[in-house]
C-alpha cells in the first residue's frame, strides 16, 4: 500500500527571490522541476500559514489563511496590479536572504497597491471566494482588520463586546472597518489563487505536496477569538 519513496523538504521562504523572501512564482516551479528531474515524489514544504510573533509559521494568527508574504510579485505585476518600478523599488541586495524588517517596511505597502488597482471582475471573484470560505476567511479578515486598528493583541483590545463576539459589535466593526476587511479578502484571494496554480503545477509533474504536524496557533489568534472554548489561555 505504501511504496518507498522520498522527498525533499524546504519551505517556500527558503526559495532564491529577488524580492525579499521565496514566493510561489517562477522559483517554487523551478523548485518543482527539479524535483521531478531528482526522481522525488515529494515535496514537504512545511505551514504556509501568515506569522506571528518571531516570524514563526508556528504561532500563527490563523490556522486556515496563508502567509501574504508569500504571493508573488512579478505575477501581480503580469495581472496589471503592480509596474515594473514598483518591482524594482522592491528588491532586496541579497537573494538568499530573508530580512523580515525590510518585509514588514516594504511588502504591505506593495500590497495595497495592487488591492487598489483590483479589477471590478477581481473584486467579484475575491467576494464569491469570501463566499466559498465562509467558515473561516470572513472571521479572520475582520480579526485583522480590528487587529490592524487597536494594534493590540486580543487580550488588550479596548472594545470587550467585540471580544466577546457580540453581533452589535461585529456588525459595527464590519462596517467601520469595511476596506480592511476587504483588504485582507483579497490578499487571501491571491494567495490561494496562486497556491492553487503551484499545487497543480507539481501535481501534473508527478511531485506530491504534503505540510506539517504538529500544528500550533498563537494566543493572539483568529482561532482563539472564534472558539475561545478549544484553548487554554
Excluded at 525579499?20 to 514544504?45: C, H, P
Excluded at 525590510?102 to 505597502?109: G, P, V
Excluded at 495595497?112 to 475575491?126: G, I, L, V
Excluded at 492553487?196 to 501535481?203: E, S, T
Amino acid at each position: 500500500m505504501f511504496p518507498r519513496s522520498s522527498g525533499i523538504l524546504l519551505h517556500l521562504t527558503s526559495l532564491p527571490d529577488p524580492y525579499g523572501i521565496g514566493t510561489m512564482g517562477e522559483n517554487a516551479r523551478a523548485f518543482v522541476d527539479f524535483l521531478q528531474k531528482a526522481g522525488q515524489s515529494y515535496w514537504q514544504i512545511l505551514p504556509l500559514v501568515p506569522t506571528g510573533e518571531g516570524n514563526s509559521p508556528y504561532m500563527s494568527p490563523s490556522s486556515a489563511a496563508g502567509n501574504p508574504w508569500l504571493i508573488d510579485l512579478e505575477m501581480l505585476a503580469q495581472e496589471g496590479l503592480l509596474t515594473s518600478e514598483e518591482l524594482q523599488g522592491a528588491k532586496f541586495p541579497n537573494p538568499d536572504r530573508i530580512d523580515f524588517s525590510f518585509l514588514a517596511e516594504t511588502r504591505f505597502s506593495l500590497l495595497r497597491k495592487a488591492f487598489d488597482r483590483r479589477t471590478p471582475e477581481q473584486s467579484q471573484a475575491a467576494e464569491q471566494f469570501s463566499q466559498d470560505h465562509a467558515d473561516w476567511l470572513p472571521d479572520y479578515a475582520l480579526f485583522m482588520a480590528c487587529h490592524g486598528h487597536f494594534n493590540k493583541p486580543l487580550c488588550d483590545w479596548p472594545d470587550l463586546d467585540l471580544v466577546e463576539r457580540k453581533p452589535a459589535a461585529l456588525e459595527k466593526y464590519y462596517k467601520a472597518l469595511k476596506e480592511e476587511v476587504e483588504f485582507h479578502t483579497f490578499l487571501q484571494y491571491l494567495f490561494f489563487t496562486q497556491w492553487q496554480a503551484l499545487k497543480k503545477y507539481a501535481n501534473e509533474k508527478g511531485v506530491k505536496i504534503i505540510g506539517d504536524i504538529p500544528f500550533y496557533v498563537s494566543g493572539d489568534s483568529v482561532d482563539v477569538w472564534v472558539r475561545p472554548e478549544l484553548f487554554q489561555v
